[in-house]
């Protein structure tokens, strides 16, 4: 941390001041319902925010509370003496502290060099947080089918998946699984179906005879050809370029 940074931070806050020209405890308004003893999050943060950093106010004992959301505390300098769910605690310069919703703590008084930043956080904000991990997962998932359809899509006349593999820089059995798992389909069924798709295109708009189709599209063999053709399309070749 900067020094101008802490400077800034050490400065003495309104409500410091108050306390070193004679208030003896806790604005309670200003962190809690009266006869209350949560910290409520309404409070200190500004509306619409999930988060919020704000200086811990030094000079001054907290008596123990709760707080209605999850709270982080950074040592900037000095040092803090905390009493957690009955235990003392003594968080110095560099350490942070987490505290959930369910924790009981007391805070001795803190002196001009004992500089703390207090990180007021509200449960949705991991929800949030949590979302955005699945957004970028499904994003880094779309990006994977989108490699390898697009692939396919180049390439299914003659292209192995040994090939893909590399160009992907991916192990060749990793890679089959993930596919698998990801398309509901294995890389011979995505290959299979584009050639299918691209033969009975050929059949629908060119005056190409069915062998040549069945080369053009990667198969060799045409008994193969016609026999994969009807298990999809319910007709032979010849019969679906008749009715189409």
């Given at each position: 941390m900067t020094g101008e940074i802490l400077e800034k931070l050490q400065q003495i806050t309104p409500e410091e001041q108050r306390i070193l020209s004679g208030e003896k405890t806790i604005e309670k308004e200003i962190y809690m319902e009266e006869n209350s003893n949560v910290i409520d999050a309404t409070k200190l943060l500004e509306a619409g925010k999930l988060i919020q950093v704000r200086t811990h106010t030094?000079?001054?004992?907290?008596?123990?509370?709760?707080h209605n959301y999850v709270e982080m505390i950074y040592m900037c300098s000095g040092s803090t003496h905390h009493v957690i769910n009955g235990e003392d605690v003594i968080l110095k310069q560099g350490e942070l502290l987490i505290l959930n919703q369910n924790a009981v703590q007391e805070i001795y008084p803190a002196g001009e060099g004992d500089v703390a930043v207090n990180f007021?956080?509200?449960?949705?904000f991991f929800d949030y947080g949590l979302k955005m991990m699945e957004t970028d997962a499904a994003s880094?998932?779309?990006?994977?089918?989108?490699?390898?359809?697009?692939?396919?899509?180049?390439?299914y006349k003659s292209g192995e998946l040994t090939e893909l593999a590399e160009e992907l820089r991916f192990d060749i059995y990793w890679l089959s699984k993930e596919i698998r798992k990801r398309t509901g389909k294995t890389y011979t069924d995505l290959v299979q179906a584009k050639r299918l798709s691209q033969a009975a295109y050929l059949l629908r708009t060119?005056?190409?005879?069915?062998?040549?189709?069945?080369?053009?599209?990667?198969?060799?063999?045409?008994?193969?050809?016609?026999?994969i053709f009807q298990k999809k399309y319910g007709m032979t070749p010849r019969r679906y370029r008749i009715s189409e």
């Open positions: 030094r000079f001054i004992h907290f008596p123990e509370h709760t007021i956080i509200l449960p949705e880094e998932q779309q990006k994977f089918i989108i490699q390898v359809l697009s692939y396919v899509e180049e390439h060119t005056a190409m005879n069915v062998m040549d189709i069945s080369m053009a599209v990667g198969y060799d063999n045409i008994s193969y050809f016609h026999r």
